[in-house]
C-alpha cells in the first residue's frame, strides 16, 4: 500500500524495553525535522501521552478511541457490545476524519491518536472496535512529508490482527537479554509475513558489551540474530530518562545527550528511505 511519500512505522518489543520512550522521542524530533506527524497509541496503559509531555490534566481528559461508541457507530454500522456474529462491518470505513474529531496536538506538527485497545473475546473475533481501530490506521491516508508512528503494547498479538498491515517500516526494541532479544527475532518474522519492508532491530541501552553480546546470542541460537532485519540500531543507555519521567521527550532539549543524538540519526534514516515502493510505481 503506497500512499504517496509519507511513511508508517510500526514500534513493537517486549514489555519494558523502551518502546514508548523511542516513539515519543522520534515523533518529537520527526516533528522538529519538519515531518507531520501523527503518534498513535496502541498501547491500554497509554504511557504516550505522558511521555509526549501532556500534562495530567490534559492526558487525563483523554477518551481513547474504542470508547467513542458513538463514532464506532456511525462508522462501522454496529454497536460495540451488540452481537456481531453474522452483522454487516462496513470494513473500510472512511476514517479520514479521525484526527480532526479526536487527534490531540502535542505540539508544532505533532498529533496523538489514542485508541484504546479491546480484549479479543476469542480467535479471530471481528468486533466493531477492532474493524475500527484496524481501519483506522489502515485506511488513514498519508500524504507526502507525513509521518505515523504506532506504539504498541508488549507482545506480538498486533501482527495477527489488521493493525499492523500497511506499515512499511516496523522498529523492533530490544535489549541485549536472551528472552527480549528472542521475541525480537519472533517480531521481525511476523513483521515480515505482516509485508512490512523493512524491519529493524533497535537495541536499547546498549552499551560497549552489546556486539558481544549479540553475538553470542547468535552462537547460541544457531542463526545470525542481525541477519532477520534490514538494520541493526544501537541506542545507549542514558541515566537521564528516569529523572525526567513521565515526560521524556525533554532528554530530546539537552544537546549533550547521546541517546538523543542517536534517536535523531535514527529519525533522519526513517525519513531518508520512505515509501518503499515509490520507485515501483509509476506515481
Ligand atoms: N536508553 C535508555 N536508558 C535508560 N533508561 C531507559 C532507556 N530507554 C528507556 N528507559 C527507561 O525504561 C523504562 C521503560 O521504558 P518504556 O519506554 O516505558 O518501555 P516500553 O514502552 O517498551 O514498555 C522507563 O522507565 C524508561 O525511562
Ligand atoms: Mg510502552
Known sequence: MCQGNGFRVVITGKGGVGKTTLTSCLATQLARNGVMVLAVDEDPQMNLPHALGLGIE?????????LNH??????????????GWGAMFKLN?????????FGVNVSNN?????????????????CAENVLLDST?????????????LDTQAGVEHFGRALAKGFNHCLVVSDDTFNALTVAEHSAKLARESGIAHVSLVINRGNQGTAEKMA????????????????????????RLETLEPAVTRIM???????????????SRLGSHTCECAENHSH
Not at 93 to 101: E, F, G, L, M, T
Not at 137 to 149: P, Y
Open 58 to 66: 490534559a492526558a487525563g481528559k483523554i477518551v481513547p478511541l474504542n
Open 70 to 83: 458513538g463514532y464506532i457507530e456511525e462508522k462501522t454500522g454496529i454497536r460495540p457490545g451488540a452481537s
Open 93 to 101: 470505513p472512511d476514517v479520514n476524519d479521525v484526527v480532526k474529531r
Open 110 to 126: 505533532l498529533n496523538l491518536l489514542v485508541m484504546g485497545t479491546v480484549k479479543q473475546a476469542g480467535g479471530g473475533c471481528l
Open 137 to 149: 490506521i489502515r485506511h488513514l491516508a498519508l500524504r507526502d512529508n507525513e509521518a505515523i508512528l
Open 216 to 239: 553470542r546470542f547468535d552462537d547460541y541460537i544457531g542463526t545470525g540474530l542481525a541477519q532477520n532485519f534490514n538494520s541493526v540500531f544501537l541506542l545507549p543507555f542514558e541515566p
Open 253 to 267: 532539549d539537552m544537546k549533550d545527550s547521546d541517546y538523543g543524538a542517536a534517536v535523531a540519526a535514527l529519525a
